[in-house]
């Protein structure tokens, strides 16, 4: 009887098979989770609408509503890692064939006992599902959770704690000193133009904050540009300021407040 032939456990990927090996990818999730933060975001945003002062009631499902986008951030997240981490297994793959005798009956053996010391790509991608990724600690709605309770009701409030300017680790003692420290309120006017905020923009080397319209004016012909904030002195390009989301929300609470008035 013929001695039964086991595949081994790995093998080399032939150059006729590179085409099958690039038709493995990630099916794409990034239009679903926008869609759901999309859903999040407007929830909030009835929410506030619906009541002048943040609605006790209703802390246990805005916590959960914030749960369900931070799992919605580590999605997001892993998706990310794992799409890099399957193109280096890929290239990896790749490399390692290449260094390697395609299969044949003599060779076999050499392959059972993996005397080439292929890498089982199965096994480490199955491996790398289970890596643990860190979110974005400074996503914007994140931020916008955060001050939540405090600007609900008055959205000019300093609020205790900003992701964007502290460490987490720090958390403890900025609270206790910003809360003594600041009796000041946080102005919805862009400091360059004087207007109310309509596209607000933070730097983030200085966390302040201008309007996107001063911006393109200030920037039309300097490439830097000293911040507009008296006092403050830094540096600043194009590329240091995101959207800044919390003064949008808080620009929003305040023309909902102003409308019940
Ligand atoms: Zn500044």
């Not at 491996?127 to 955060?146: A, G, M, N």
């Not at 300017?165 to 910003?178: A, F, L, M």
């Not at 540009?225 to 929300?249: A, E, K, Y």
């Amino acid at each position: 009887m013929a001695p039964r032939l086991e595949l081994p456990d790995t093998l080399p990927v032939t150059s006729r098979r590179h085409d099958i090996l690039n038709q493995i990818t990630l099916p794409d999730l990034s239009r679903e989770i926008s869609a759901a933060k999309t859903a999040i975001q407007e929830f909030i945003t009835t929410l506030l609408s619906s009541s002048t002062t943040f609605p006790t009631d209703r802390a246990d499902e805005i916590k959960e509503v914030e749960r369900a986008y931070r799992d919605l951030l580590r999605q997001e997240a892993k998706q990310k890692y794992l799409s890099s981490k399957l193109s280096d297994l890929k290239s990896e793959y790749r490399h390692q064939s290449s260094g390697t005798p395609r299969l044949d009956r003599d060779n076999w053996n050499s392959f059972s006992q993996n005397e080439h010391g292929l890498v089982n790509m199965g096994k480490r991608w199955v491996e790398l599902q289970s890596d643990s990724v860190e979110i974005d600690r400074k996503d914007q709605w994140l931020r916008v959770f955060c001050a939540l309770p405090y600007i609900w009701s008055d959205p000019t409030r300093i609020i205790p704690y900003d992701p964007f300017e502290s460490e987490p680790t720090q958390e403890e003692d900025d609270e206790e000193e910003d809360v003594k420290v600041d009796g000041g309120i946080i102005e919805l006017t862009c400091p360059v133009s004087v207007k109310k905020f309509e596209k607000p923009m933070i730097s983030l080397k200085c966390f302040h904050t201008i309007d996107n319209e001063s911006l393109e004016s200030l920037f039309r012909s300097e490439r830097s540009i000293q911040c507009p904030v008296p006092g403050c002195n830094n540096s600043l390009t194009p590329r240091d300021f995101v959207t800044d989301r919390l003064m949008h929300i808080r620009v929003l609470i305040s023309e909902l407040r102003e409308q019940i008035r």
